[in-house]
């Protein structure tokens, strides 16, 4: 029996873990909560574990824990700022970089009559004033990266890291992908 609910619990946890990864990945941090909430509710009336007692008998314990916990989250998040802004500084770069092609300014430089026109060449649902980005308006996002910063690291090494090394290996391929294009269409093209 000790067995049964031994795997019952670990595949509980699994799905929680899923579940606050998938949090952290779609921004959702009510939904994180909840889940927390429902696993120490599952805890402590499911599992039989007297989470109350267990408060009341180890206060100290517990203020170290939740101490210790924040302080690592205080830390990571000021590795996700750093690579946060290291990702928004990329999609600045790559919006200049398109506003400069498709103006036909080669040397990268934006005049100063034309600065008003590359602000606006932003996505709607960018934040065109927050370049660099603006602690104040990202609190949400850095309080959900201290509070849930294990899911955090977690969504951190699949997303960014995964898509790092994807992004480097379309820069090493991507001539080589355009010279396969201009071969296959040089003799259809209609110029």
């Not at 989250?73 to 946060?84: P, Q, S």
Request: hydrophobic share 45%; net charge positive.
């Amino acid at each position: 029996m000790l067995t049964l609910l031994a795997v019952w619990w670990f595949w509980i946890t699994l799905v929680a873990v899923v579940v606050l990864i998938m949090c952290e990945a779609t921004e959702s941090p009510i939904a994180a909560t909840i889940t927390v909430v429902a696993g120490v509710l599952a805890l402590q009336f499911v599992g039989g574990i007297d989470l109350w007692t267990y408060l009341k008998e180890n206060p100290l314990g517990i203020i170290k824990m939740v101490g210790l916990y924040f302080g690592i989250g205080a830390g990571w998040c000021v590795t996700k700022w750093w690579l946060y802004a290291l990702n928004r500084r990329d999609d600045y770069r790559e919006q200049k970089e398109k506003f400069c092609k498709s103006h036909k300014l080669d040397d990268g430089i934006i005049p100063d009559d034309m600065k008003n026109a590359f602000r606006n060449s932003f996505h709607p649902y960018c934040l065109r004033n927050d370049y660099p980005p603006k602690v104040g308006k990202h609190k949400e996002r850095i309080v959900r990266w201290i509070a849930y910063w294990p899911f955090s690291v977690i969504w951190t090494i699949i997303d960014d890291f995964v898509q790092r090394i994807a992004k480097s290996i379309y820069n090493l391929i991507s001539s080589t992908l355009q010279r396969i294009s201009d071969k296959v269409f040089e003799k259809d093209l209609i110029e």
